[in-house]
Structures are given as C-alpha cells and as structure tokens.
C-alpha cells in the first residue's frame, strides 16, 4: 500500500506534468480502539454485581438496561461527572443516598484484561511510532484502567468521546485524534475490532484502517460483521496485535 502525494512547481506551469513527482507517505502514528483492541476481554463480574445489588432488592440484569443508558450520556459528555451520573440513577432505581453505584463502577473497572503480550507489542510499537487511543468511554475510566496495567505512559494522546462530545463513528472524533498529535490521515493508521462502529468514519478521513477480526470471538454482534463486511472493506485485516508492526513495516517499505 503506497500513499501518494504530489508536488508540483507552478499550477500554471504547463509542464507540470513532468514535474509531478511521486513521494512516498511514511507512517508515523497508531491509533488502537479499546474494547476487544487494547482490551482483549472482561473479568466475568456479574455475580459481584448481583451480590451488592442483593440488599438493595435489585437484580444486575433489571439494573443494566437503565445503567446502560445513563453510561452513554457520561460516554458523550451529557452527564460531566460519575456523580451527576451515579445521582440520576439513583433516582430513576429508587436507590437511596449510600447506593452501590460507585462499587459497580470499580468493579467493572477492575474487570479490564491487558494481557502482557499486548502491553509488549504496544512496547515495541512506540519504539517506532506514536501511539494513541480512540475511544468511546469515559475519559476518567479509561485513564484509571492504563494507571491499573501502568501502561499510562505508553500513550501520547487519548481521545475519549466524553471528553470530544462525539462517539465514533462520528468523524469529529478523528478529526481531534489526528490533531492531538498532528498527524495526517495518510500518515495513520486505525486499528478496530468493529467494521461500521468505528472503521468506517476513520476510512472516509482518509486514516489507513486496520480490522482485527479475532476469530475466536463469537457473537451475535460479531455474526452481523459478516453482513456489513460485503459493503465495506478495510484497508488491511488483522487476526492479532502481533501481526501489526510487521504490517506497519510493510507500509513503511512500500
């Protein structure tokens, strides 16, 4: 895969033509999603929940549809803080004032897996390349999930969709990840577990976008993927992170 610029002398210069010359677009930055990317999975934590909720007279599963909601207002920026979010489900479940939610918080949190071979392929990665993170979540828990692995550091932008106001694949938020660190799209690359939540608005911009199709998961969700993979094709597709800076070498050589 080759990006091609063109530099030309004068517009007006009627020889342009052959003065066109083709120049080769190096990578220089890497963007990972979170879920099923960055995050390979979850801790189960439904029996945790259902054993805090258990005083309160509520199940987790009559709890999640309504937490659900409200976690996507505070995922766009609707709800500012985990307070103003943690009050208005207390009032819509009836809850009182020393409510559970924070602990459903934490434990949710604490379920994130990071396995070491990823946080050493990210390693690897940033020796050569910018790394960051596009995702939509909250900002504040994202941060807490990478100080949790001490990979914090690892990052040199995070674009949370709290944070932008924007949930992907809404381009805005794209647009605010190649500028926090200065990229252009050519010289980006994208890499997603979800085609049309996130590839496809990375894909318009004109970021280089990487699908990491796990086999291994399998889903309801997934087996839609295989409907919108007929309309929608992805610069490269990846089976796992190991196989990402080998391809980035590859784009590099041309």
């Known amino acids: 895969m080759r990006a091609k610029i063109y530099l030309e002398h004068s517009k007006n210069n009627p020889k342009m033509k ?5 120049v080769k677009t190096m990578i220089k930055t890497v963007f990972l999603d979170w879920g099923r990317t960055l995050i390979s999975g979850f801790k189960k934590t ?4 259902e054993e805090v909720l258990r005083p309160y007279g509520l199940k987790w599963d009559e709890v999640f549809s309504v937490w659900r909601n409200f976690y996507l207002l505070r995922s766009l920026g609707r709800l500012k803080t985990d307070q103003e979010m943690f009050e208005q489900l207390r009032k819509v479940l009836n809850l009182p004032s020393d409510s559970p939610l924070k602990t459903i918080r934490d434990i949710q949190l604490d379920s994130h897996i990071i396995p070491p071979e990823t946080i050493e392929i990210i390693k690897k990665i940033k020796q050569q390349y910018k790394m960051g993170i596009i995702s939509n979540n909250v900002y ?18 995070i674009t949370v969709s709290s944070e932008i106001g924007a949930r992907k694949p809404d381009a805005r938020i794209f647009v605010a990840s190649l500028r926090s660190l ?16 996130d590839l496809v608005g990375s894909k318009g911009l004109g970021i280089i976008s990487v ?3 796990d086999p291994h998961i399998k889903s309801e969700w997934k087996q839609r993927e295989v409907a919108e993979e007929k309309i929608f094709e992805p610069d490269a597709t990846i089976v796992s992170l ?5 391809f980035l070498e590859k784009l590099n050589k041309g």
Do not use: C
Request: a negative charge.
């Open 242 to 246: 190991e196989e990402l800076l080998p």
């Open 18 to 22: 052959k003065n066109q010359k083709e």
């Open 211 to 213: 699908w990491l199709r």
């Open 46 to 49: 439904d029996a945790k929940i």
């Open 182 to 197: 200065a990229s252009k799209p050519e010289e980006t690359v994208f890499v997603s577990d979800e085609l049309a939540e």
């Open 140 to 157: 504040d828990w994202v941060i807490r999930v990478l100080e949790n692995y001490q990979i914090r550091e690892l990052f040199d932008a």
